[in-house]
């Protein structure tokens, strides 16, 4: 499985941005998907994460209430909407595909990943 994510870039502070992530085998729409950020010198963070049906939903502790994950039931491609962004959302966001359906927060139960998308904040 292939994991192409997209959508990142430069924004001011208070800006929005758009992820998109898309997996490249048809029958990763049955699987979970999340997104993860690591920012230089700090350890991989949850940002989200989407039932396969997009029924469910999780959110790290640090983006609730600003970020919205959403995909439609029986796709593939999983979306990170991002409002409010603040500086310290700078960071390689990456997508994951879970290995089962859910939505959890562990890294290990995501064994495809994508190579990630560059999101800097400025100030």
């Known amino acids: 499985v292939q994991l192409q994510a997209s959508g990142g870039g430069l924004v001011q502070v208070g800006g929005s941005l758009r992820l998109s992530c898309s997996a490249s085998r048809r029958t990763s729409s049955n699987n979970g998907m999340g997104w993860f950020r690591q920012a230089p010198g700090k350890e991989r963070e949850f940002v989200a994460a989407v039932f396969w049906d997009g029924s469910n939903k999780s959110y790290g502790d640090s983006v609730k209430g600003r970020f919205t994950i959403s995909r439609e039931k029986g796709k593939s491609t999983v979306y990170l909407e991002m409002n409010s962004l603040k500086p310290e959302d700078t960071a390689t966001y990456y997508c994951?595909?879970?290995?089962?359906?859910?939505?959890?927060?562990?890294?290990?139960?995501?064994?495809?990943w994508g190579r990630g998308t560059q999101v800097t904040v400025s100030s």
């Open positions: 994951a595909q879970n290995r089962g359906s859910g939505a959890g927060s562990d890294p290990l139960r995501y064994p495809y």
